[in-house]
Each structure stands twice: as structure tokens, then as C-alpha cells.
């Protein structure tokens, strides 16, 4: 016997609900809800409690068993990942903040505050917003930088659409931060835009940050 990693995913997530509806079994229901997602483990963890529900046969309590497996999934791997100390990339930030933001249905911007040397200070989520954009208060997010002494800054946000690409409106926020922040001797090493595909650096693709 293979054990568990001989599973489908549809299997798996059949033995967790254990029953299907009268008109299909177990396996076909979850074989049914991971069609719905193109077999995206990382869409799925991103359905909420109603949205589960939405599909025959899932009730309450079968949808929370499904939330809460894809919930110590997503804890395990932040738990495989050592704490970052040092961020001295724009892949070591997005280690930081992607358990974070990859399954938020909202968009978060956060902040992470680094002393001289690039180690961490701290982090902070600014403001939390709707599906499409959330409002920044430049002058909030700097006096949090300043009170805690930060060198320097990344500045971090997800897009729940998934698409890392920067809007517009992120790269005139990103121009107003730096402009902001170069007043008080405070550099923005980069800005992270999480998302389901991976992270886009603004530092990585020479846009505004500085």
C-alpha cells in the first residue's frame, strides 16, 4: 500500500468529509469541487465557509473539516520555513509576509521595518481594504517607521485576484511613500505585491523604489 501520498487530492478530501449526497459519493462530490477550482489546492483554501456550502452534499460541518485541513496545511508549511531574520532580497520578503497574504480575500498592505544592517524590526499592516484596492495613510505608515527607529523599509500588499502585476494606483502610492520617506532619511528598499502566482518586486524590475 502506497499509505496517504497514493491519494488523490479528491480522495483525500473525500475521507475527510466521509459521506457524499444521495446522488453521488464522497469521491465525486470532491472530484466535483476541485473541478470548480482547476484542482487548485490555493483557490480552494481561499473559498470561504458560504462558498463551500454552495456545492450539494457540503453542510456546515463538512465545509469547516475542509477549511480547517487546508488551514493546518498552510501552518505546516509556514512552519518548514525558518524565521527570516535578515532581508536582504526581495525573495527573503516574500518568505516574510506571503503566509500572510496568499489566501487573504481582501487586500492588506503591510509594512516591514529594517534597522541599518537589513535585519528586522518589525512589521505592521497598515490598512486592510476591498477586493480591488485598499487606502494607505502615507503619513500613518512613516511616523510607525520613525517611532521605531527603522533605516529603512518594504513596503508589502497582496492582489486578491491572484495577478502580481502592480496597478497604476500602486506604483503613484509606491512614488508617494519614497517621496515621503526620503525626507526623513528613511529608504524603501522595495514594494511586494503577493499573489497566487508567486510575488513581483518593484526593487527586482527597477520601478520607483529607492
Known amino acids: 500500500?502506497?499509505?496517504?501520498?497514493?491519494?488523490?487530492?479528491?480522495?483525500?478530501?473525500?475521507?475527510l468529509i466521509g459521506?457524499?449526497?444521495r446522488s453521488e459519493s464522497a469521491v465525486q462530490l470532491c472530484q466535483r469541487i476541485l473541478k470548480s477550482v482547476d484542482q487548485d489546492l490555493g483557490i480552494l483554501a481561499r473559498k470561504s465557509l458560504k462558498d463551500l456550502q454552495q456545492f450539494k452534499g457540503i453542510?456546515?460541518?463538512k465545509a469547516i473539516t475542509i477549511m480547517a485541513a487546508l488551514e493546518l496545511g498552510k501552518r505546516r508549511l509556514s512552519a518548514e520555513v525558518k524565521p527570516v531574520k535578515k532581508v536582504s532580497s526581495s525573495q527573503a520578503a516574500f518568505q516574510l509576509m506571503r503566509d500572510r497574504l496568499i489566501d487573504k480575500t481582501e487586500e492588506e498592505f503591510w509594512v516591514i521595518l529594517l534597522s541599518r544592517s537589513n535585519v528586522q524590526i518589525s512589521q505592521r499592516c497598515i490598512s486592510r481594504g476591498g477586493v480591488a484596492h485598499t487606502v494607505v495613510d502615507t503619513k500613518v505608515?512613516?511616523?510607525?517607521?520613525?517611532?521605531?527607529l527603522a533605516s529603512s523599509i518594504i513596503l508589502c500588499h497582496n492582489h486578491p485576484s491572484g495577478q502580481v502585476k502592480p496597478s497604476k494606483a500602486d506604483i503613484e502610492l509606491t512614488k508617494k511613500i519614497c517621496e515621503g520617506a526620503r525626507f526623513m532619511d528613511i529608504k524603501v528598499l522595495d514594494h511586494i505585491i503577493v499573489g497566487a502566482s508567486?510575488?513581483?518586486?518593484?526593487?527586482?524590475?527597477?520601478?520607483?523604489?529607492?
Do not use: P, Q, T, W
Open 198 to 210: 508567486g510575488y513581483f518586486s518593484f526593487a527586482d524590475n527597477n520601478i520607483v523604489v529607492g
Open 59 to 61: 453542510g456546515e460541518a
Open 1 to 15: 500500500m502506497g499509505g496517504s501520498g497514493s491519494l488523490s487530492s479528491s480522495e483525500l478530501l473525500a475521507i
Open 19 to 21: 459521506s457524499g449526497s
Open 141 to 148: 505608515l512613516l511616523k510607525y517607521a520613525l517611532e521605531h
